[in-house]
């Protein structure tokens, strides 16, 4: 016989009030199997309920704690509902799967997160945590424990700040590796304490050392080098190529091109130099991993006695001290970045797929005398071609080049050096014909500056061969244009390496109180500084605050940013401020400060404060930084970012919807994410030019290598807005710079801010945050080559060279293959504009018309007027239709070495099975340069035919020298008086 449902709970109520115990606990278990149903009725009574937990007498407290609970729990008062939950203690079930249990234990975890990260940061005075919520969290990993569910657990206990339940539940794991790995990502990604984040990593590097007999070296190293533990890592390498194993050695090289891959030059610069260091204790790298700060690099003071391995030791004895030499060599070729570049310069310039026939649609629309649209074309062109070498549109358009003068033609050559960055053998002769020539008067110094600041792009982050040349070059010269050029080639040149003498001559330049020269002094010592936290900004902040210029002021407010690049909470002194300065240009630095300071990681008090100065600054200018530096701070959570900026986008300010635009497409780069394209797409037609520019620019940064059927249109819309005779100069000035962008490095690269190991690009991130200062100053443009990473898979054997062999891309072929050529029929028409008709032939042809319908007769015949067919021309440009006779297979076969875009890597497989040649010592993912191993070592090895590279045998084409056309003269002093 079923049981009848109950009613009414005032029965059970009523036996709450009764004195004796066994009714009073009869009458709390009932009411707990009701209290879902009828939890409005026990809420009249709730003050008994609570009354009797607070009864420290009474047997069944815990009882009426759970009841309490769950009533809270209906009326939405979630802490009171949590206090008497954990007052229940062992009845409150955490194994429960009802909505009940999940919330409060969510909730638990929320507030004992937080609890932790203040007791573990140590910044407040706090009493213990509660151990029943302790209690709480402590059953929720065994209830993970007991269910398999570690991963879970490895989430909740980086969370918590538990280390011992990381610990635990990592030894837990059948697969420790894999959970490793697992582990080793979710920390780079979700941990925003940069002290914690070190602990983790630290932990990590023993597990791996401890989880089996042959460590995982490749993520050993990613560890040390987050930890900057350069010394340990050098142990490591020579320790591989000092082994008898082949295998080894080809590990060592891998472990080098993914450790350079990341843009640490002075990291590597260490790593690379074990056998001049001493042994370090094991011990000692740890309490240097510890420490948590990047040490400037020593010399060495004395020759120490030859490690165990090294070179020196094996050279009497030993007889693998041929081989580890040679081996070496190849090592110290890759860590230096001279084997990446050689094989990226390569890869660019032999699969260059840029259209000129783009270029040339450009060239025809834009009007003759307008210099920003020439300026931006000649960006276009620079970065379509940027690493491929070919400079063929510049060398056929020299007559319309040289209509470059001034500032424009500083510009122009510095286009050459994104054209040739990586060139590093020949870079200073191709731009031999432009560079200044010692003690000589100058000729043109607009090209000579130019020329210096392509020398830095040629050579970023490997000046040590040119860095003397620009040195010499800024002190032989008084003209503030080739410094301007000179110091931002030093800063290039000397990224992140703080040295000295080089910033002794650039603080030279910058006390010489020249507006021009000193905005690039300012930026070029914040280049030199980048990522050091140096001291040295307090000087720099102080002559900010010296100055008048207001140019030199923003180059120092930008180059304060740079120089906290990456230190997160060490960087919230200079933060506060510059963002509590005066003057807006410093809190506009302190923007840019914050993002750079929070790249990627996504932290809640630099977004919140961001957040803050974008809705409450007066000054527009450092509300449009705060927004655009949202995107630096969440690259690292792309899908976030449209959602944090969406309400922004709508704001009634431009400069509020330009920053939402540009910041979108900063996090959102390269990844074609539906959200932002959707946010950017109203944009595009935004009423304001400059809001339109942005949104061109970083929807191009968002599209940058996605498929042809999603890029197609936006293709079309630049094409039309470049088109249009109306349309304003600045947004047509965007379409240009986005059609440039969007087939950058000849279609073969893409806007990388991480590398494949989830690491930050210094030098890319660093890059994009100069180029954004193409608003005040549009040579900066320019550094929007450094974070072009190429998009390529390439192969190498165990002599670091091209060994022919095949990857399966499992997908059809058209769905990542280049957009198709422009057709040159119809790009002589891109500037034509619509013929007018005139309202009494079109009355005239009514008229023949009805005549004809009145007769019965078909319409005549007329021959078309120029009207006719030029009307027909609605679109500017077509493209050529690939033909489709036979079916489109499924897969498709990559010859090393490939183009494989981001979207695409999920994609390729390497070929498996017996008989297979070479092997990938990693296959994920499957793009970059990958070490492959040669099982069939006996058999004659078939190499990939090197083409060589364009622009070697002759200067690289820019303006050519010619009469500069003087400025005029600033006015002069004066004082302005109040009628």
């Known amino acids: 016989m079923s049981s009848v449902k109950l009613t009414s709970a005032s029965g059970l109520l009523s036996l709450l009030t009764e004195e004796e115990n066994s009714l009073k606990d009869y009458a709390l278990k009932s009411l707990l199997r009701v209290v879902d149903d009828h939890w409005a009725e026990v809420a009249g009574s709730l003050s008994v309920v609570e009354s009797l937990y607070e009864d420290e007498e009474f047997p069944q407290r815990e009882h009426a704690a759970l009841l309490a609970s769950k009533v809270f729990y209906h009326l939405l008062e979630l802490n009171d509902s949590l206090t008497y939950a954990l007052g229940a203690g062992e009845l409150f079930d955490v194994s429960d799967n009802s ?49 398999g569910q570690y991963r879970q657990a490895i989430g909740i206990a980086l969370e918590t700040r538990r280390l011992d339940k990381l610990k635990e539940a990592i030894l837990m794991c059948e697969d420790i590796n894999e959970v490793l790995s697992y582990t080793l990502k979710a920390s780079l990604k979700l941990i925003t304490s940069r002290e914690f984040r070190f602990k983790v990593l630290l932990e990590l590097v023993k597990l791996y050392e401890s989880a089996s007999a042959v460590p995982d070296y490749m993520s050993v190293c990613t560890c040390l080098m987050f930890l900057d533990d350069h010394s340990t890592v050098a142990k490591i390498l020579d320790q591989l190529i000092s082994d008898e194993d082949e295998d080894k050695a080809l590990l060592a090289y891998q472990i080098g091109f993914d450790l350079f891959e990341n843009e640490i030059p002075q990291f590597l610069l260490k790593a690379g130099t074990p056998s001049t260091e001493e042994a370090t204790p094991e011990g000692e790298a740890a309490e240097g991993a510890e420490s948590m700060e990047t040490e400037e690099a020593a010399p060495p003071a004395t020759a ?3 490690a165990e391995g090294s070179a020196d030791a094996l050279e009497p004895t030993g007889r693998l001290a041929p081989t580890y030499q040679t081996r070496w ?24 797929k840029a259209d000129l026939l783009i270029l040339k649609g450009m060239k025809n629309a834009i009007e003759t005398r307008n210099s920003v649209c020439h300026s931006a074309t000649i960006l276009a062109n620079a970065t379509m071609h ?26 122009a050559t510095a286009g050459l050096g994104v054209i040739h960055r990586g060139h590093l053998s020949q870079g200073r002769s191709l731009m031999e014909p432009y560079l200044p020539r010692g003690n000589s008067p100058s000729v043109s110094p607009y090209s000579e500056g130019g020329a210096l600041y392509a020398l830095g792009l040629i050579h ?32 290039l040149a000397s990224l992140g390496t703080a040295d000295t003498t080089v910033y002794e001559d650039i603080k030279g330049v910058l006390y010489s109180e020249s507006a021009v020269a000193g905005e690039a002094a300012g930026i070029g010592m914040g280049l030199l500084l980048a990522g050091t936290g140096s001291e040295k900004t307090e000087e720099m902040l102080q002559y900010a605050h010296d100055t008048q210029h207001e140019k030199i002021i923003q180059g120092l407010s930008m180059g304060c940013a740079l120089t906290v690049y990456g230190r997160e909470e060490e960087a919230d002194t200079l933060i506060e401020t510059l963002a509590r300065d005066a003057d807006p240009i410093l809190r506009y630095g302190g923007m840019y400060a914050t993002a750079l300071a929070y790249r990627g990681t996504g932290n809640n008090n630099a977004i919140r404060r961001l957040l803050h100065f974008a809705v409450s600054d007066v000054s527009d200018d450092v509300r449009r930084a705060a927004v655009l530096s949202l995107g630096f701070v969440l690259y690292q959570t792309p ?31 390269g990844t074609g994410l539906k959200e932002a394209i959707a946010l950017l797409e109203p944009l595009v037609t935004d009423a304001v030019d400059y809001v339109r520019q942005g949104a061109l620019i970083a929807m191009a940064m968002v599209l940058i290598q996605q498929p042809e059927t999603r890029a197609s249109g936006f293709r079309k819309q630049l094409d039309k807005i470049i088109a249009d005779k109306h349309e304003e100069v600045m947004a047509k000035k965007g379409a240009i710079m986005a059609a440039g962008l969007l087939d950058a490095g000849g279609r073969n690269v893409t806007v990388g801010l991480r590398s494949r190991s989830a690491s930050h690009r210094m030098a890319a991130v660093l890059g994009l945050a100069v180029f954004t200062q193409y608003w005040y100053w549009y040579p900066l443009a320019y550094f929007i080559s450094l974070p072009l990473r190429p998009s390529a898979l390439i192969g190498l054997n165990s002599d670091l060279k091209m060994p022919k062999f095949s990857a399966t891309s499992t997908c059809r072929p058209s769905l990542f293959a280049y957009a198709p050529p422009l057709s040159s029929a119809t790009t002589t028409q891109v500037s034509k504009a619509p013929t007018a008709v005139l309202s009494t032939t079109a009355k005239a042809r009514a008229k023949a018309k009805r005549d004809a319908d009145k007769k019965g007769e078909s319409k005549p015949s007329t021959p078309a007027t120029d009207a006719d067919s030029t009307m027909e021309t609605d679109e500017p440009s077509a493209r050529v239709a690939s033909p489709e006779d036979a079916p489109e297979p499924t897969s498709e076969q990559l010859e090393n070495p490939a183009r494989v875009v981001p979207t695409q890597e999920k994609y390729v497989r390497f070929q498996e099975g017996i008989g297979v040649r070479y092997v990938p010592l990693k296959r994920n993912p499957p793009s970059g340069i990958i070490i492959m191993k040669d099982t069939r070592p006996e058999l004659p090895v078939e190499l990939v035919e090197v083409e060589p590279t364009q622009g070697v045998a002759q200067p690289a084409a820019a303006p050519t020298p010619a009469i500069e056309e003087e400025e005029p003269a600033p006015p002069e002093p004066f004082e302005y008086a109040m009628a």
């Open 99 to 147: 909505e009940y249990v999940q919330t409060l234990v969510a909730k638990c975890i929320d507030q004992y997160v937080e609890l932790r990260v203040k007791e573990v940061d140590g910044k407040e005075d706090l009493p213990p945590i509660d151990t029943r919520l302790t209690s709480i969290v402590e059953r929720m990993f065994e209830r993970c424990f007991r269910d």
């Open 304 to 306: 120490p006695a030859p």
């Open 329 to 352: 060599q190849k090592l110290q070729t890759i860590l230096s970045g001279d084997a990446t570049i050689s094989l990226h310069l390569q890869f660019l310039s032999s699969h260059n």
């Open 386 to 411: 940027a690493g491929t070498t070919c400079d063929t549109f510049l060398r056929e358009n020299l007559d319309w080049l040289s209509r470059a003068t001034n500032w424009a033609k500083f510009s």
């Open 460 to 491: 970023v982050d490997q000046g040590e061969g040119i860095r003397q040349f620009l040195l010499e070059s800024l002190r032989n010269t008084s003209n503030d244009v080739i410094q301007h050029g000179a110091c931002l080639g030093l800063g």
């Open 639 to 669: 899908e976030q970012c449209p959602r944090v900026v969406a309400l922004l986008a709508e704001s009634y300010n431009p400069h509020m919807r330009y920053g939402a635009a540009m910041a979108v497409g900063i996090a959102c780069s």
